[in-house]
């Protein structure tokens, strides 16, 4: 069974603070996607990586096949980054669709 | 480019109604993925389509849930009758590919 675990669940921060979430995940994921939401929003797709290291604009993400890990990064944050961040892992082959993390959920106060 | 859809964004209906959600993907995109994320717990996949075909549907939760996809473009969801455990928030995502996919902005769904 795929699994995907997120930390921290929440997180409150100072604004312009440098930010990491961590995801680890299991055996047979072989492509880990970054989610946001904002509250009341729909989801957006920030990036999805199955090695190495991708970077847009404040946000990096970046993942460790060996350890089974994935961290994102935001650089000096800001009230508007507040959201909840979701990794979700793509296992492929039998099992359809993505194994989604809890979330976490960032405010970055002004 | 238009991103995926979904229709309505809300929904309030009595517990044994009926409700159907529609999911308008990304114009070319045969995969097509409902998931749903129920109060305080993670988003939750549902069934993936390939066009018009449903290639996994291990994460429908019982046979109150009806997924279609006619023609392979819009797929609609409905739920039959509705019961108060299905509140939450039904995402809809499509891809060229099985690994890239783009969400939709979700449908509420309150069943009182």
């Known amino acids: 069974k795929n699994e995907v675990e997120q930390s921290p669940q929440n997180l409150t921060a100072q604004e312009g603070e440098f930010i990491t979430i961590n995801c680890s995940y299991s055996?047979?994921?072989?492509?880990l996607h970054w989610l946001q939401q904002h509250p009341g929003g729909g989801i957006v797709s920030l990036f999805m990586?199955?090695?190495g290291k991708k970077k847009h604009g404040r946000l990096i993400a970046t993942i460790n096949i060996q350890e089974k890990h994935s961290s994102l990064h935001i650089t000096a944050s800001h009230p508007r980054d507040s959201a909840v961040y979701i990794c979700?892992?793509?296992?492929?082959?039998?099992?359809?669709?993505?194994?989604f993390g809890k979330g976490t959920h960032l405010i970055i106060q002004p | 480019e238009a991103g995926v859809t979904q229709f309505p964004s809300h929904s309030v209906i009595e517990k044994g109604q009926t409700v159907t959600l529609r999911c308008d993907p990304i114009?070319?995109?045969?995969?097509l993925y409902w998931y749903r994320r129920v109060m305080g717990k993670e988003i939750k996949f549902l069934l993936h389509?390939?066009?018009?075909?449903?290639?996994?549907e291990s994460g429908m939760p019982n046979n109150r849930f009806l997924a279609e996809r006619t023609g392979g473009t819009y797929s609609t969801l409905k739920v039959q009758p509705a019961e108060l455990e299905d509140s939450g928030v039904y995402f809809c995502?499509?891809?060229?590919?099985?690994?890239?996919?783009?969400f939709g902005p979700g449908t509420r769904l309150l069943v009182l």
């Open positions: 389509f390939v066009k018009e075909s449903k290639q996994d």
């Open positions: 055996v047979g994921i072989s492509a």
């Open positions: 990586l199955s090695s």
């Open positions: 114009s070319g995109h045969d995969n």
């Open positions: 995502a499509s891809g060229l590919t099985e690994e890239t996919q783009y």
């Open positions: 979700a892992g793509y296992s492929g082959g039998g099992a359809d669709g993505l194994t």
